[in-house]
């Protein structure tokens, strides 16, 4: 009966480790908020599937910290245990999202450390984003029950720490034997197999999981040339749909665009469903003031602040830490777009109903005046007379000239009914009038 209960016992840990598993994630170059949700994905999958661990390897020179602090509390946060694979460096963010996991494997002539939170040219920023840089590296590092003082010594060389360095002008920038003398690191090993076997899953099945396309496609969408031609095809689709009667394919796809920035914001933590609200908000506030509110005021005035209010935000993520490099970010982008929303539109304005491919969308011939849709001689003779708006003009309406009702459009100007107005040109059916 023993020689039974043995043989069982023994085939039953034959099972156990035959049927483990670990899941194996990429972090690697930029840090950005696009691998946050890819992070998240993986340590979902493995909690899912009773995973033994998750394996991260790491290899990246650091990015956005609104990003590694997203990937820091979803790795704190996991139910499965996480091991930081430190193939050649983890710096700045990096050792911050190296830090989060329980444990920490680097291989030989790696490093990790410098998380000095430095501005886009590479300056220093304040004692306040440097505080905030300590207390995060402090508490990943207690939590995991590391060394604070070395912790902090990687964000702050003020921070001097007597058995590593002696000198208070240099940040702290562990190597491989470094980081394992000082209980930085687990242990250091040539490859992931050598990994296993430091672990005891030598025989472990391992699931690679890589970004699928929905999580490519965000980060694409996020990058900044892309996110700011989303909004410039957006406001030029906007700005055309409201100058054209009905709705057509610039609204749509100034509408898709506009979606596709928020949305891809919304995904990534950085726009909320607030920023949204106020954009739509503004938008609505503006089209009132065009088409329901004579001459231009408080509505419009409001609707555009708050149109740029809502973009403004939803290039920003988190607020509980001001990241005024963020924020210059943000609004150099949003100005170049602007500026180049502006030129696109004039030229538009000034250059398209002159191209030939836009002349091959209008009639350009004449019909026959039988076939009932020939404008009549007399229209063209209109040009330079006077008349009166029967109707708000916005841009278009009725107007009374020599005597007759005729349906006219303005250039893009408001104009109150009873105004006097003179025809400044016909362009095949459509009668353009100006105020006078």
Known sequence: MKKLLLILLILFSFINISAQKIYYGNIEGEIDLGIAPYVKRVISEAEKNNANAVVFRINTFGGRIDAATQIKDAILNSKVKTIAFVDKRAISAGALIALSCEKIVMVPGASMGATTVVDVSG?????????????????????????TDIAQGMVDESIVVPDLQDDSTKLITLTSEEALKYKMADTVVASFEELKKAFGYNNAEVINVTSNWAEDLVR????????????????????????????GLPGTLGIVCLALFFGSGYILQIASIIEILIFALGVILLLVEIFVIPGFGIFGIIGIILMIAGLFLGLLSDFSFVDWNLISYAIIQLAITFIGTGIIILALIKYLPKASMFNKLILQESVKEKSGYALKEKFVNLIGKEGIALTDLRPAGTALIDGERIDVVTEGDFITNNSVIIVKKVEGSKIVVGKK
């Open 123 to 147: 300056q220093k920023q304040s004692e306040k984003y440097q505080s905030y840089m300590r207390s995060e590296m402090r508490s990943t590092a207690e939590k995991n029950g590391r060394r």
């Open 220 to 247: 694409f969408l996020n990058n900044p040339i892309v996110s700011s031609l989303l909004i410039m095809l957006g406001l030029i689709g906007l700005y055309t749909e409201i100058k054209t009667p009905g709705w």
